[in-house]
């Protein structure tokens, strides 16, 4: 029923005589967003599967030991009923502190204490929290849910105490003296509050990791903090605090593990490592990441969600990792209280933030607590006759409407201030309460007065609940499809080719020796060339850049030669805040709007069709050596024929890296010019570091005066000037030189992290191949009569293999069938469309036709020849 529908008294007391009370909600029966994959007969097809195994597993004795043709078909039947799964779709939520996002995540899960709320009296989660599915077996005796703690590696760990140090320096050690126009101002004040919380923050942490105060005393003094000893105090002790938890120090893996039977049981074990615990040992600032693993319907699509502190994180370091996942994720989903979601500015540069960086489609809005009301009913709720609770029905319907129209209004403010130009860029906005749904689930049954005023439905969550099921369908879809027309096919293939010892042929395991020998100079010689190529490229869209280095730095000169005549007081401001005042903070001459050093100094895309034409150029090589002189025609024919489906693979393989490159390289760009409005950019953490020399440079002591304070041999302010002229404006070693220096080799790691990840994953599709061809050709090993009594039971098993085969693949829907065998009758192998992907001019074309002959020798005694040469792919 919705709002707008009132009952009159008499019609309602008929309502509540058949409604007296209402059962707990079933999220069970919601209905999903219509879709292929929930045609799919997901779980007669795992029934189905389960069949299969024991059918083939019930042929299978005592494998002889020598027999790894045998163990190995064994081996692919164990395995039949795991789909390989991509790389899950990440969701983030992101918000502002008290938004609610820990009691959306317990209703989205339907899972009282799975996160830290602010009903449980803690403050608010300042630790990173990821939730994905746990892997296990759900029959084992294992507890049901388990956290995987992971900590800071050494790098991560030595910026993250740097920061806690310098902030709990500029408030313990302040300057001594401070402008007259600045101290009555109240922006000022606010930006002090923000440097007490911090300081407050990297207090509690000394104290925790040096247990207690005077053990911290001890160690903390300003030239400790100055020559870096304290840090070195502080790591010596993490590595204690650590070692204390039994954590594994391994350094790509620094992590503890807890288990519980109930999220309220692991919740008590993780909470000291998410926010501050009175009387346990908090290590939260610690820690990278908290993983929560359980079982869970939603967790099973294939998703994973990641929970990020609230806005206001004091500690760059910190900032930096939560902008790291919300680069990372799929979707961002920004979480804000619906009473200020349109009207807080942090909310909506969040916002455009995140659509610049994902694009419209994969934001979404969620307006928080729409069940809050301010002027609250009041009354005797416990009152049971009839009128009490038509009032109460009354009171609920005007609150209904009052948040319909609420959400309404909201929506209309955030689509102007948010929709894109065309009117297919819509923001989604989801409104929800968390807390009402939590409601319907507390009992089997609620009687009328214990009801919220919002239903299940128009609590929002399960809206919001259907829109993360669909998320991961298409890929669940292609999974599936993959899976029963391609690798449980192959597995009856295989077990063929082991049964049928006759149409086996030597040649297959001529030319698969051939074909693995030339992979091992291909492949590595492949990732060399890309590398080196797309480094060229770099530096190539460089060249302009270096050729106006002369403008920039003459743009940075004068933009450093204002810093210069700033007051030591408001110099040593914007020093301590890494370059940044927000506007309002300090009252300075030029300063009263506030500055941005890093925004003040920030003023490439690669050809991707060097990879598409390198790629053909493996295919080429490969081809060439199937056409042995010493195979059969048939068997020539054959290895060719075979090969196709994994031309495709690899093809596809090689368009995606270069999507991947391109959407790399755009985000480069925005992270180097600010575009996206984050103070965590490129331009920053080239500044910091030099900024924190700059704060710290004191001239050298020569005396203490009465009054006990420092006489420096000169002037301060007038040291730190020419700290600052000698890290900036050195001719030798410009700002500008190293900025430029640093983005190519930062662009350049990105990009051969990528290309090494692909690369990998073609060699194992050219690796596959190679395997595939070595069991077409006989064994090598004399087969035992208990192999050859297995093989003949394999042998009877195919005619109804071949008929469960057909079965599974008839659970996925008919259109999905259909569409496949389409795809599959083509005649020819699709060549990838690099130029709608990646060149959108056109004019490139991922073509080879005519590859020169490269002579190679495979003799990997010798030295190898360089196969891949510019020249190779350059039209002349």
């Not at 939560?322 to 961002?332: G, L, N, T």
């Not at 996925?812 to 569409?819: A, C, D, I, T, W």
């Amino acid at each position: 029923m919705s709002a707008s529908d009132v009952f009159d008294s008499e019609s309602f007391a008929v309502y509540l005589k058949e409604n007296r009370s209402a059962p707990r909600y079933d999220s069970s029966k919601e209905v999903r967003i219509p879709h292929p994959y929930w045609l799919v007969r997901v779980h007669d097809i795992d029934d189905g599967q389960k069949k299969m195994q024991a059918v083939l597993c019930s042929s299978f004795d005592e494998i002889p030991e020598e027999d790894e043709e045998l163990k190995h078909i064994r081996d692919e039947v164990e395995a039949l009923r795991q789909i390989k799964r991509r790389d899950p779709i990440r969701i983030a939520l992101v918000g502002p502190q008290g938004a609610g996002k820990s009691l959306l995540i317990n209703a989205t899960f339907e899972r009282d204490g799975l996160s830290l709320t602010g009903a449980d009296g803690q403050a608010c989660i300042s630790t990173i929290l990821r939730y994905k599915l746990d892997g296990r077996d759900s029959s084992s005796a294992m507890k049901k849910y388990t956290a995987e703690v992971a900590f800071l590696k050494a790098g991560e760990l030595d910026n993250m105490l740097a920061g806690y140090a310098r902030a709990f320096f500029h408030v313990h050690h302040p300057d001594e003296e401070l402008d007259e126009d600045e101290t009555s101002n109240s922006g000022l004040q606010a930006q002090d509050h923000f440097d007490r919380r911090a300081a407050d923050t990297a207090e509690e942490l000394f104290y925790t990791i040096f247990e207690g105060k005077e053990n911290f005393q001890q160690v903390w003094n300003v030239d400790n903090y100055r020559t870096g000893e304290f840090l070195t105090f502080c790591q010596l002790r993490c590595a204690a605090a650590l070692k204390s938890l039994q954590v594994d120090m391994v350094e790509t893996r620094r992590v503890a593990i807890f288990a519980g039977n109930s999220p309220q049981e692991l919740l008590q074990e993780v909470k000291p490592f998410m926010t501050k615990v009175e009387g346990q040992l908090s290590l939260w600032p610690l820690v990278s990441c908290v993983t929560i693993q359980f079982s869970d319907p939603l967790l099973e699509q294939n998703i994973e969600i990641w929970d990020l502190p609230g806005w206001g994180d004091t500690n760059t370091a910190r900032a930096r990792f939560a902008d790291e996942v919300k680069d990372m994720v799929d979707v961002e989903i920004i979480v804000a209280d619906t009473i200020r979601i349109s009207s807080d500015d942090m909310v909506i540069s969040s916002v455009r933030a995140a659509i610049t960086n994902h694009g419209i489609d994969n934001v979404k809005l969620v307006a928080t607590k729409i069940d809050w009301n301010e002027a609250e009913e009041n009354g005797d709720t416990l009152q049971s006759d009839v009128f009490s609770k038509y009032k109460t029905y009354l009171e609920r319907k005007r609150k209904q409407r009052k948040i319909a129209e609420r959400a309404s209004h909201v929506s209309k403010e955030l689509a102007l201030k948010l929709n894109g130009r065309n009117p297919g860029e819509v923001l989604q906005t989801f409104h929800v309460s968390a807390a009402d749904y939590m409601t319907w689930l507390k009992s089997d049954k609620l009687m009328f007065m214990d009801q919220p005023a919002l239903s299940p439905v128009e609590t929002g969550i399960p809206s919001l609940r259907q829109y993360l099921f669909s998320l991961p369908a298409d890929r669940n879809l292609q999974d599936y499809t993959a899976h029963l027309f391609h690798e449980v096919p192959n597995i009856v293939s295989k077990i063929k080719r082991v049964v049928n010892s006759s149409e086996r042929n030597t040649g297959y395991r001529d030319i698969a020796n051939d074909f693995g020998r030339l992979r091992a100079v291909l492949v590595p010689q492949l990732l060399d060339y890309i590398k080196e190529e797309f480094q060229k490229q770099t530096a190539k869209s460089m060249v302009k850049m270096h050729a106006e280095s002369r403008h920039y730095i003459n743009k940075v000169d004068k933009v450093i030669g204002s810093w210069l005549i700033l007051k030591g007081p408001t110099l040593n401001r914007i020093l301590k805040s890494s370059g940044t005042i927000p506007p309002g903070v300090s009252k300075a001459k030029g300063l009263e709007k506030g500055c941005n050093w890093n925004e003040d100094l920030a003023p490439l895309q690669s050809s991707g069709d060097l990879l598409i034409k390198a790629i053909e150029f493996v295919h080429q090589k490969l081809r060439e050596k199937m056409e042995k002189p010493t195979c059969g025609v048939s068997t020539t024919e054959e290895a060719k024929r075979q090969y196709k489906p994994y031309e495709l693979s690899i093809r596809v393989k090689a368009l995606s890296c270069v999507k991947e490159i391109k959407t790399k390289l755009e985000y480069i760009r925005r992270r180097a010019t600010m575009e996206d409005g984050r103070q965590t950019n490129f331009m920053s953490s080239v500044t910091e570091p030099l900024f924190d020399q700059v704060f710290k440079a004191f001239p050298q002591i020569t005396g203490w005066t009465t009054r006990n304070r420092p006489k420096y041999a000169e002037p301060r302010i007038g040291f730190q000037r020419k700290k600052i002229h000698a890290l900036f404006l050195d001719p030798k070693k410009h700002f500008v030189d190293r900025v430029l220096k640093g983005f190519e080799h930062y662009v350049n790691t990105l990009i051969s992290d990528i290309l090494s990840r692909y690369i990998e994953r073609i060699d194992k599709d050219l690796e596959e191949y190679s395997k595939m061809l070595s069991e077409l050709a006989p064994v090598e090993y004399e087969i035992t009569p208990i192999g050859s009594e297995i093989r003949h039971r394999l042998g009877e098993l195919l005619p109804q293999l071949e008929d469960m085969v057909g079965k599974l693949q008839q659970m996925l829907p008919e259109s999905v069938r259909n569409e496949y065998t389409a795809n599959s009758n083509a005649t020819a192998v699709r060549e990838p469309d690099i130029k709608s992907v990646f060149d959108e001019s056109g004019k490139r074309k991922a073509t080879i036709a005519s590859m020169p002959n490269i002579k190679q020798d495979l003799d990997t005694k010798k030295p190898r020849t360089k196969l891949f040469h510019r020249r190779n792919f350059v039209r002349s």
